[in-house]
């Protein structure tokens, strides 16, 4: 995202208007070079002069004298950013042009002009417009006067100035007014350049003037700076060739100023931009300022105040600089104009860019394809931080990755006038990625809830699931009194099974058992509460007693029974016959456990006994028994009762019963033996034992064999040779499961 904002206009822009800004105001203010000077045209000036607060008006004799007095004092370039373009009076005129020539080290300032022009068709007809800029250089006597000329163009629009021209690409490259100032400052030390010039190509520097009065007479400054940039551009690698030998040829004895003067030269002629941006010193007045009028009264001061003035050697910016707002005209807003007040006006614009030149030290965006790299592979690390952390290490990472990059940021700013991108580093990327790390960690933890909720899916019921996988700690409190069924099943000659087959082969094949068991269960309502070994429990729970639940539990144990009929014929080799046992009532459904080790499972008298009840069928070789509270008022089965009994290890007795078929499925034979079996249990609960064993051989004739039968026939040979008792009530006490 970051990468993406910068390629649009977004990125560097908000870069340009508000991170600009930000490093200014946490660089501070920065010491301004001792060699340049601003001499201000101010309403204090005015007011001591008696002068007009207009310029424009004043006399340009007082001009004059200014520039003598500066000429004196050794100014080593006097530069004019006023416009003299018109005539005055002659006077005065020829007094200026007079001290122009003799200091022999002044720049004036060209106005830029932009002239509509109308274009014609050949028919006449209007072709549309086009913008010419013309340059209007100073009047003649003031042109020929000064050493040089030279435009500097300033957008005045709403938005601060943070960049000045070079060169202006409307004028053939003509430099500008800081670029002229420097390149006549510099010819103190143009012989040098020339001897570097020579070493690296020795070419190039036979075309250019070795004699500086033959620079001034015949090409001038302006001419020469367009020739030396012509010659650094055709081969860029004579800028690197010319810093190399001056490296060589410094020596502990060489004039460090001299050095550093001779590479900003070289440094300006190597780049090829048309622009650069201004490295501000700090608000209005950061330059040495010194107003017009005490320049003037220089002579009437003492040497000590003199000493305050010290003008020898350096470069002259003299133009209209105010110290009251309402008072500013011609002045530009920049990045230190809201904080103090005042912007900064033309000239100081002007000795700032030419500052700059002399430090070699303008602000330096990076490089773009470096500046992508930058956002790309911070944008990736706070990425990966995002991701991989915590939330509250994630917030501690980034606030010291983001201290540790403006630390480095504003060094490199403070320093080397390096500019690395901040806005779109510190304010951007960092809550794009705190926000997709949120994001992306929402999914994942979503993504692993899904994950869990499924796999808890196989093991709990839906909602029990769905409460786990939102918040583990209603693991201790999920308790609730249910009203539920609860069916039970049992498999024959499993343990024998067991030890016919390899472990994988037995997974695999109780997998299928087990699949063809939790199919029916799970269509008609139920849940599988519970597998061990070759046993599962299956529940059917609600609030409230409901027929519903009966229903789907009765249906599911018939479909059991059915489907492993055919499971049993499909297989070969290996026979699972199932008993299933059903019992209603309350029931604590819950996570039942402690420390690290939990189950959902219900919980009662009623899970065991339709366990036992289960057990009961090995008895009575039957598949399905119920008790009487699950068919109970439930119509559509066919079944038939079966006996009261006390089940091993119970108190109570349950009447119990045993669910055959549905009812329409129950053929007549079926009818007419249980009406006989119904007969021959009254006669049993009567005593009445051999008239018992009559009717339960004739179920066994009607039927071909019945379990339940044989087993009473049994039971009532035992009571003929022992007695029950008088007290017996007819229930059959279990003793074993």
Not at 41 to 55: M, Q, Y
Not at 80 to 86: G, L
Not at 162 to 187: E, H, I, N, R
Not at 550 to 570: D, H, P
């Amino acid at each position: 995202m970051g990468v993406c904002i910068n390629l649009t206009y977004l990125g560097p822009e908000l870069e340009e208007n508000f991170g600009l800004d930000l490093l200014f105001g946490l660089r501070g203010l920065r010491q301004t070079p001792p060699d340049v000077l601003v001499v201000s045209i101010d309403k204090e000036s005015a007011d001591a002069l008696n002068l007009p607060d207009d310029p424009r008006k004043w006399p340009r004799s007082l001009h004059a004298s200014l520039v003598e007095k500066l000429s004196s004092e050794g100014a080593s370039v006097i530069a004019f950013d006023m416009i003299f373009t018109e005539k005055h009076s002659i006077r005065d005129d020829n007094a200026f042009a007079a001290a122009l020539k003799r200091a022999d080290n002044t720049v004036l300032c060209e106005r830029m002009k932009v002239e509509n022009v109308l274009l014609r068709e050949d028919e006449g007809n209007h072709g549309g417009e086009l913008n010419i800029t013309k340059i209007i250089a100073p009047i003649e006597p003031f042109s020929q006067a000064a050493l040089a000329s030279a435009p500097f163009p300033i957008p005045k629009v709403s938005n601060k100035v943070s960049q000045y021209w070079m060169f202006t690409t409307v004028s053939g490259d003509k430099p500008t007014l800081p670029v002229v100032a420097f390149q006549v400052f510099t010819m103190q030390v143009y012989d040098e350049f020339i001897r570097i010039l020579k070493k690296a190509d020795p070419d190039q520097s036979d075309a250019l003037p070795h004699d500086k009065n033959a620079i001034i007479n015949t090409r001038g400054i302006g001419k020469l700076i367009q020739d030396i940039r012509h010659i650094f551009q055709s081969e860029p690698e004579i800028a690197e060739k010319m810093l190399e030998e001056l490296q060589k040829s410094r020596t502990s004895s060489t004039d460090q100023k001299k050095y550093q003067i001779i590479r900003s030269l070289i440094k300006m002629y190597q780049n090829n931009s048309n622009s650069r941006y201004l490295n501000f010193y700090g608000p209005a007045r950061s330059i040495p300022t010194i107003p017009y009028y005490q320049i003037l009264a220089m002579k009437e001061r003492s040497s000590e105040d003199r000493q305050q003035f010290d003008i020898k050697g350096k470069t002259v910016f003299i133009g209209l600089s105010q110290l009251s707002p309402i008072d500013q005209r011609e002045s530009f807003y920049t990045v230190y104009s809201e904080s103090h007040g005042l912007d900064l006006s033309g000239i100081e614009i002007v000795a700032t860019a030419f500052a700059n030149l002399i430090e070699d030290m303008p602000v330096q965006p990076v490089n773009f394809r470096v500046y992508l790299i930058i956002i790309f592979f911070w944008g990736v690390g706070l990425g990966i931080i995002c991701k991989q952390l915590s939330t509250t290490a994630t917030f501690y990472s980034i606030i010291g990755l983001i201290t540790v990059y403006m630390i480095l940021a504003v060094f490199q700013f403070k320093n080397y006038g390096v500019w690395y991108p901040v806005i779109t580093t510190i304010f951007v990327q960092p809550v794009l990625a705190i926000f997709a790390g949120l994001g992306w960690n929402y999914i994942e933890v979503r993504h692993e809830r899904q994950n869990i909720r499924k796999a808890l899916g196989f093991y709990l019921p839906d909602n029990i699931a769905d409460q786990l996988s939102a918040n583990i700690e209603s693991i201790h409190s999920s308790h609730q009194i249910v009203f539920g069924i609860c069916l039970s099943t049992d498999a024959e000659q499993y343990s024998s099974l067991a030890e016919t087959m390899v472990p994988k082969e037995l997974g695999n094949f109780m997998n299928r058992y087990y699949e063809t068991i939790f199919k029916p269960i799970k269509e008609h309502g139920g849940i599988v509460s519970d597998v061990i070994g070759d046993s599962v429990l299956a529940i059917w729970i609600s609030a409230y007693p409901e027929s519903v639940l009966k229903q789907g539990a009765c249906t599911a144990a018939l479909e059991i029974s059915r489907e492993m009929l055919k499971f049993n014929k499909e297989s070969v080799n290996f026979k699972l016959p199932t008993r299933i046992g059903l019992h209603s009532g309350h029931i604590l459904m819950g996570n039942i456990g402690a420390i690290d080790h939990y189950e959902y499972r219900p919980v009662g008298d009623i899970v065991n006994t339709a366990t036992r009840i289960e057990g009961l069928n090995k008895y009575l070789k039957t598949q399905i028994l119920v008790t009487k509270e699950v068919i109970n008022n439930l119509d559509g089965f066919f079944t038939r009762e079966i006996g009261e009994f006390k089940l091993a290890g119970k108190t109570k007795s349950v009447i119990i019963h045993e669910l055959v078929c549905r009812l329409e499925e129950a053929n007549e034979q079926q009818r007419k033996a249980y009406v006989v079996f119904t007969v021959a249990l009254e006669l049993f609960r009567k005593r009445s034992w051999d008239e018992a064993i009559g009717e339960f051989q004739e179920t066994i004739n009607i039927l071909g064999s019945d379990g339940p039968s044989e087993f009473y026939i049994k039971l009532c040979r035992q009571n003929k040779e022992i007695d029950p008792g008088e007290l017996w009530d007819g229930v059959i006490a279990m003793e074993k499961k």
